[in-house]
């Protein structure tokens, strides 16, 4: 059973930054890729940021590039969300997520295995 827990949401001010951490067990993390996304009430789960097994490739939303930053530490099964500039439209519950072996990184659909979610809110 794969259990992934997202941690560091929180309450921060429009213009600053968090970082998101997703702690994985299991011993196959390194070998799965893994990938971010978020959701508002009443919309759908929307992509972020993947990165696959190895860190050497990552993918994003192109409205985020610049700002969100994925990488990954396979010695402790983690993957990381850095989320500068942050913008009030960001806050969102934010869903890491291990990649199934088939699929698409940009589509919830491509994804097996998910955490609970963490709240990330930024006040204007």
């Known amino acids: 059973q794969v259990q992934l827990v997202e941690s560091g949401g929180g309450l921060v001010q429009a213009g600053g930054s968090l970082r998101l951490s997703c702690a994985a067990s299991?011993?196959?993390?390194?070998?799965?890729?893994m990938g971010w996304f978020r959701q508002t009430p009443g919309k759908e789960r929307d992509f972020v940021a993947g990165?696959?097994?190895?860190?050497?490739?990552?993918y994003y939303t192109d409205s985020l590039k610049g700002r969100f930053t994925i990488s990954r530490d396979n010695a402790k099964n983690t993957v990381y969300l850095q989320m500068n500039s942050l913008k009030p439209e960001d806050t969102a519950v934010y869903y890491c997520?291990?990649?199934?072996?088939?699929?698409?990184?940009?589509?919830?659909?491509?994804?097996?295995?998910w955490g609970q979610g963490t709240q990330v809110t930024v006040s204007s």
């Open positions: 997520a291990r990649k199934a072996r088939q699929g698409s990184y940009y589509s919830p659909e491509g994804y097996a295995y």
């Open positions: 990165i696959n097994w190895s860190g050497g490739s990552t």
């Open positions: 299991g011993r196959t993390f390194s070998t799965y890729g």
